[in-house]
């Protein structure tokens, strides 16, 4: 099975400044046929399912602000949040979809300092 | 506008069987692949199992492979998930989720149901 981390386990950020979640997978999710990779990111406030924000690692989900966005390639990956908003407060999944079992990270709590 | 909307959920003895449901509206159903995912009390997200859109495809997450069993009903528009032997950690919110790439079950989950919970307990 690939293992997915996230660093850091939470963190605080003020309003307007840059959050930065790292994502690594235990083994590459680069599918080398079509040079995409299989990794999503999703948000999770409290009391609702999770979001799609971003797909195939750097593919922005319509409706998503421009804020948020995706890099990476290979084993690791990188969510960003350009000028944190109060809206963004949540937790941040990875997953990845390259091979079964489908497996997420742990979550990132995203905070307001 | 997509809808999903799970049912069936209830607290059950360990041992014991339920079965989810999912009715999905405003998509073309038999056109996804449809997962499940769970979410433990206070926990993460655990992905449970998916089907594919065309060819009725299955897989499981090891924690559940043997015990569950994922079906769709296209003329319905019903996901399903069958859970027998139930265990005390398969408590959790249950989310059936649509695939974002059409039939294929490779691909990110772009439209969620709000879950529906399961408690395993005597």
């Known amino acids: 099975d690939i293992v997915m981390t996230q660093s850091p386990d939470s963190l605080a950020v003020s309003l307007g400044e840059r959050a930065t979640i790292n994502c690594k997978s235990s083994?590459?999710?680069?599918?080398?046929?079509?040079?995409?990779?299989?990794l999503g990111w999703y948000q999770q406030k409290p009391g609702q399912p999770p979001k799609l924000l971003i797909y195939?690692?750097?593919t922005r989900e319509s409706g998503v602000p421009d804020r948020f966005s995706g890099s990476g390639s290979g084993t690791d990956f990188t969510l960003t949040i350009s000028s944190l908003q109060a809206e963004d407060v949540a937790v941040y999944y990875c997953?990845?979809?390259?091979?079964?079992?489908?497996?997420f990270g742990p979550g990132t709590k995203v905070d307001i300092k | 506008e997509v809808q999903l909307l799970e049912s069936g959920g209830g607290l059950v003895q360990p041992g014991g069987s339920l079965r989810l449901s999912c009715a999905a509206s405003?998509?073309?159903?038999?056109?996804?692949?449809m997962s499940w995912v769970r979410q433990a009390p206070g926990k993460g997200l655990e992905w449970v199992s998916v089907?594919?859109?065309?060819?009725?495809?299955?897989y499981y997450a090891d924690s559940v492979k043997g015990r569950f069993t994922i079906s769709r009903d296209n003329s319905k528009n019903t996901l399903y998930l069958q859970m027998n032997s139930l265990r005390a950690d398969d408590t959790a919110l249950y989310y059936c989720?649509?695939?974002?790439?059409?039939?294929?079950?490779?691909?990110?989950?772009?439209?969620w149901g709000q879950g529906t919970l399961v408690t395993v307990s005597s």
């Open positions: 089907i594919s859109g065309s060819d009725g495809s299955t």
């Open positions: 989720a649509r695939g974002a790439s059409g039939s294929t079950c490779y691909s990110g989950l772009d439209y």
């Open positions: 997953q990845q979809y390259y091979s079964i079992p489908f497996t």
């Open positions: 195939w690692a750097s």
């Open positions: 083994q590459s999710v680069l599918y080398s046929s079509n040079n995409k990779n299989y």
């Open positions: 405003g998509l073309t159903f038999s056109s996804y692949a």
